[in-house]
């Protein structure tokens, strides 16, 4: 078994109408600094998002989305060239900054933890597991 360190983790969760306070996964961020590592990945489930209001803009969201994903680059390499003045910042700060509470369409769950040797198919997972539309026949 490879060694395992310790990450942090953060749902990103859109939230259409702020005063209705309904929201639904739309990514994740993942942060570890032993391995030196920050990496998001995000899928909008366009049908629920119109299901909790017909009238979201899913173009723009999905561009709010995206913006997260270009300042943690991908994962490994440095995000300045893809996300501005943002991108320079060390990936303990940008995930700090990601994750912190806002009242925006877009927002950040709660910081989890958890132990990996591999932050990238750990990422895959996480998004799989609390994102991605469940497949028929799968148990949550």
Same mark, same amino acid.
């Given at each position: 078994?490879?060694?395992?360190?310790?990450?942090?983790?953060?749902l990103?969760? +859109? +939230?259409?109408?702020i005063?209705?306070?309904?929201?639904?996964?739309a /990514? +994740? &961020?993942?942060?570890?600094?032993?391995?030196?590592f920050?990496?998001a990945? #995000?899928?909008?489930?366009?049908? @629920?998002l119109?299901?909790l209001?017909p009238? !979201?803009?899913? +173009?723009?969201?999905?561009?709010?989305?995206?913006? #997260?994903?270009? *300042?943690?680059g991908?994962? @490994? %390499?440095?995000?300045?060239?893809?996300?501005?003045?943002?991108?320079?910042?060390?990936? /303990?700060?940008?995930?700090? $900054?990601? %994750?912190?509470?806002?009242?925006?369409? #877009?927002?950040a /769950?709660?910081?989890? %933890?958890?132990? %990996?040797?591999?932050?990238? !198919?750990?990422?895959?997972?996480? &998004?799989d597991?609390? #994102?991605?539309? &469940?497949? $028929? /026949? *799968?148990i949550?």
């Open positions: 078994m490879s060694q395992r360190h310790p990450f942090e983790y953060a990103l969760r +859109v +939230v259409p109408r005063e209705r306070g309904e929201a639904i996964n /990514g +994740v &961020l993942i942060y570890s600094r032993p391995l030196d920050l990496g990945r #995000v899928y909008l489930d366009v049908p @629920r119109r299901a209001d009238d !979201a803009d899913d +173009v723009v969201i999905g561009r709010a989305l995206d913006s #997260v994903v270009a *300042q943690c991908d994962g @490994r %390499t440095e995000a300045a060239r893809y996300a501005g003045p943002a991108g320079e910042e060390d990936r /303990g700060r940008r995930f700090r $900054r990601l %994750t912190a509470p806002r009242s925006t369409i #877009v927002q /769950g709660p910081v989890h %933890t958890g132990l %990996t040797g591999d932050p990238v !198919a750990e990422l895959e997972h996480l &998004l597991a609390l #994102v991605l539309p &469940l497949r $028929r /026949g *799968q949550g």
